[in-house]
């Protein structure tokens, strides 16, 4: 006996989804497991998504496996090739790969149509021609029975000819519907002779105007699953009620693989919204620059702002799989991302609110300069020369007129530490005509470069950037979307009352110049200040430099709310 595959990746965290692949593997009930991650076309996905992507590519990872992408377009109204792209983009840029070609559930529309055909020939589906409303009333309710439809009682022949004359156009847009008959008096709603198939003219994103008739998707799922010989269909909770009718479909047409349906609980993080629909608003509403907005929990969004891939990788191992609720704090993904980019990011400085500081000391037209590593743990990462002018850029809030007790950066008469150089005296402070701080006159004590002041000790170190030598650049600041946890859990406002209106502070800093000439999406720590992604589309290298905050050097949100 061969040995069963067993986890690969190295901080495996055991949930109950990991125990049951485990145990067919061992017990020999498959040799090999296939999953599938099975979005909807009609938006981009969302960190909810990514949660569904690592578990489902990550379990055919983890256990040698295999994991099929397949769209579940079975709505034609709502979906669009541009959301089928971009799902695409998505999944292989969190660094997943799927089985062989990406399926479609249109590709199946013959044969679950001949899957139809045969439970209308064995008595177990009939066509309807009750409306949405009569509907509606014949299911009954959670505490009374359904009634049975006046058509249920049709034959097959009768059936047949009315299914294949909806399917070839004869009747308009819900008027009738294929119905599986199972039991109008089952205590489970989703029993009660759930339509699988109804009349529909929409245009689809594949088949065009081929057909007019569309599998529901409770029909379609399970046969699509069965087709590709999945052997776990992952979904969420909110599908365990339809679990039935998924064995239902399965158990009555001629198919021999049978997979097992395994629900876990969707992930709600909290300060955003996890509902395509919501996100959907939020662009229409013009109320984010669109989908990959920063601001936004979709993939697309997490991308922009300079999330990366491991970083969601490993919030979502964090976050783990179970059957009870999953809220989880954003400070938990912002960690993630924080702790990936605090080993992987080089670390330069950057100057988000200049303040101009004239060395009075250093000669006029002279630089100096100094080497410094890329990353105080990586020395790999390189080093590059830190030059040193007669004018400087530094933080304006690194100064303080007034300063309050403890104060260990500048104010007049203090001194400080250039991060990689010298340190200065604040010699005075020059103001404008309304009293505003405009500028510094400082010194630089020559003899305090790569060591401590004699005589005295100077605690504060403060990033700058030579102004020279400095390159403009567009810093986009971006904090979370919403104000409070739950933004759509309020009964009374509807949760855009609850963005929050600084959410994004467009300033115009200065980095190194390496930075500025650095390629589009990549990421740096500015030292003291946090993470930063020269933006996807609009960093132009050399010519045009913008970086987006991804995330703060710690948690701020947590101090506030203490
Ligand atoms: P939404 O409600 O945002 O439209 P959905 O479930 O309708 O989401 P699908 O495209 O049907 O979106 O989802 C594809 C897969 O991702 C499904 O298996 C679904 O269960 C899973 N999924 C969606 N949202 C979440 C979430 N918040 N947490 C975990 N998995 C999710
Ligand atoms: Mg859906």
């Not at 069965?226 to 064995?247: K, M, N, Q, V």
């Not at 401590?452 to 605690?459: A, E, F, I, L, Y």
């Not at 589009?520 to 609009?538: I, N, S, V």
Request: charged letters at 25%.
């Amino acid at each position: 006996m061969t040995t069963p595959p067993s986890p690969t990746a190295s901080a495996v965290i055991l949930h109950f989804i990991r125990t049951i692949v485990e145990d067919d593997l061992k017990s020999g009930k498959h040799a090999q497991i296939q999953t599938r991650f099975p979005p909807e076309p009609n938006g981009y996905l969302h960190v909810g998504h990514a949660k569904s992507i690592c578990l489902n590519f990550g379990l055919a990872q983890d256990y040698r496996g295999l994991c099929n992408l397949r769209f579940d377009d079975t709505n034609p109204a709502k979906e669009e090739t541009e959301y089928a792209e971009a799902i695409q983009e998505d999944v292989r840029w969190l660094g997943f790969e799927w089985n062989g070609e990406v399926r479609w559930a249109s590709d199946y529309f013959q044969r679950l149509y001949d899957f139809a055909e045969e439970l209308i020939a064995k008595g177990l589906a009939y066509v309807d021609d009750l409306n949405a409303d009569e509907m509606r009333d014949y299911r009954g309710t959670l505490k009374e029975p359904g009634r049975n439809s006046p058509h249920r009682a049709r034959s097959v022949a009768e059936n047949l000819d009315l299914f294949r004359r909806m399917k070839a156009g004869e009747f308009a847009d819900g008027t009738r519907t294929l119905r599986a008959k199972i039991d109008m008096a089952s205590p489970n709603i989703n029993l009660r002779d759930p339509v699988i198939y109804r009349i529909k003219r929409a245009h689809h994103i594949r088949t065009g105007d081929a057909w007019c008739i569309y599998p529901m998707y409770d029909y379609t799922h399970c046969i699509s699953d069965a087709l590709e010989g999945i052997t776990h269909s992952l979904c969420t909770l909110e599908f365990a009620d339809h679990r039935p009718l998924y064995d239902w479909v399965l158990d009555h047409i001629s198919i021999p693989c049978h997979p097992r349906q395994i629900e876990f609980s969707r992930l709600e993080l909290l300060y955003t919204i996890t509902s395509k629909r919501k996100l959907l608003q939020l662009v229409n509403q013009g109320l984010v620059a669109g989908w990959d907005d920063p601001r936004m929990p979709t993939i697309h969004g997490m991308r922009r702002r300079g999330y990366t891939p491991a970083g969601i990788r490993e919030f979502a191992r964090r976050i783990g799989i179970s059957k009870s609720e999953n809220v989880v704090d954003m400070s938990v993904l912002e960690g993630c991302i924080r702790e990936d980019l605090e080993s992987s990011a080089p670390r330069v400085m950057a100057v988000v609110r200049p303040l101009k500081v004239v060395l009075s000391n250093f000669v006029a037209g002279e630089t100096g300069s100094r080497s410094a590593g890329f990353h105080p743990q990586h020395p790999e990462f390189g080093e590059r020369e830190v030059p040193i002018a007669r004018e400087l850029w530094i933080e304006a809030d690194d100064f303080s007129e007034v300063p309050p007790p403890g104060w260990q950066r500048l104010t007049v008469g203090g001194e400080v530490r250039l991060r990689y150089s010298y340190v200065i005296r604040c010699d005075a402070a020059i103001k404008d005509a309304a009293g505003q701080v405009v500028e510094l006159r400082c010194s630089i004590d020559p003899a305090t470069l790569g060591q401590n002041p004699v005589g005295r000790k100077v605690k504060g170190v403060i990033h700058w950037l030579s102004a020279e030598h400095a390159v403009p650049a567009e810093i986009r600041l971006y904090d979370r979307l919403f104000t409070v946890p739950r933004p759509d859990a309020d009964k009374e406002h509807d949760f855009l009352a609850f963005l929050n209106p600084h959410s994004l502070a467009v300033v115009q800093g200065w980095v190194e110049a390496r930075a500025a000439a650095c390629a589009p999406e990549t990421r740096y720590q500015f030292e003291r200040l946090g993470y930063f992604c020269a933006d996807r589309f609009d960093h132009q290298p050399g010519n045009k430099a913008v970086f987006n905050r991804a995330v703060g050097l710690k948690d701020t949100w947590a101090k506030e709310s203490v």
